[in-house]
Antibody
Framework: QLHLQESGPGLLKPSETLSLTCSVS??????????WSWIRQPPGRGLEWIGN???????FYNPSLKSRITMSVDTMKSQFSLRLSSVTAADTAVYYC??????????WGQGTLVAVSS | QSALTQPASVSGSPGQSVTISCTGT?????????VSWYQQLPGKVPKLVIF???NRPSGISNRFSGSKSGTTASLTISGLQGEDEADYFC??????????FGGGTKLTVL
């Protein structure tokens, strides 16, 4: 059964760069069927799709975040990563990684809370 | 891209049916049959309950059903149970190739 696990720092200062990694186990990260997504949820609020990346490294970003995002994939390590630059308090959220099949997400990682505070 | 519009809250009594709406535009729900729904129990990870408007993943109760009319998609939960109390989010593919979520609906089982 596919399992995803996010990892990365839980506390950042404003203007720093958020860097998260999602480790995939239980199935291959390679193949044309799926892409690999990041989704975030500010405390007590709704979900926001950040973007996705294919196993060949082709990314697709949410236009509202595009200028600050970089995604990458390492198929040998079965991992994909997110970098979000110049963070502010508005970027405080639980960050989820998920497998994207066409236009739906399943399964999801357990999520990791990233707080931005001076 | 603007978020899809969902009611903030809905409620129902055990055994009843409730329907949660999700309104988009011609640039998303109105054009594409790529609407999905997620259940998020308190403090838990979102869980896929409907994909591609009407399809249920394996293991999801047939009490959950989805539909679409024009630019509005709907999730109906029949035979309401206490365990259904959760937040529900819709999502759609958009003309720009991105994905957009609704703001979420809190379902209360009375």
């Amino acid at each position: 059964q596919l399992h995803l696990q996010e990892s990365g720092p839980g506390l950042l200062k404003p203007s720093e760069t958020l860097s998260l990694t999602c480790s995939v186990s239980g199935d291959s990260i390679s193949g044309p069927t799926y892409s690999w997504s990041w989704i975030r949820q500010p405390p007590g609020r709704g979900l926001e799709w950040i973007g996705n990346i294919s196993d060949t490294g082709s990314p697709f970003y949410n236009p509202s975040l595009k200028s600050r995002i970089t995604m990458s994939v390492d198929t040998m390590k079965s991992q994909f990563s997110l970098r979000l630059s110049s963070v502010t308090a508005a970027d405080t959220a639980v960050y989820y990684c998920a497998r994207q099949n066409s236009a739906w997400f399943d399964p999801w990682g357990q999520g990791t809370l990233v707080a931005v505070s001076s | 891209q603007s978020a899809l519009t969902q009611p903030a809250s809905v409620s129902g009594s055990p055994g009843q049916s409730v329907t949660i709406s999700c309104t988009g535009t011609s640039g998303d729900i109105g054009t594409y049959n790529f609407v999905s729904w997620y259940q998020q129990l308190p403090g838990k990870v979102p869980k896929l309950v409907i994909f591609d408007v009407t399809n249920r993943p394996s293991g999801i109760s047939n009490r959950f059903s989805g539909s679409k009319s024009g630019t509005t998609a709907s999730l109906t939960i029949s035979g309401l149970q206490g365990e259904d109390e959760a937040d529900y989010f819709c999502s759609s593919y958009t003309r720009g190739g991105t994905l957009v979520f609704g703001g979420g609906t809190k379902l209360t089982v009375l």
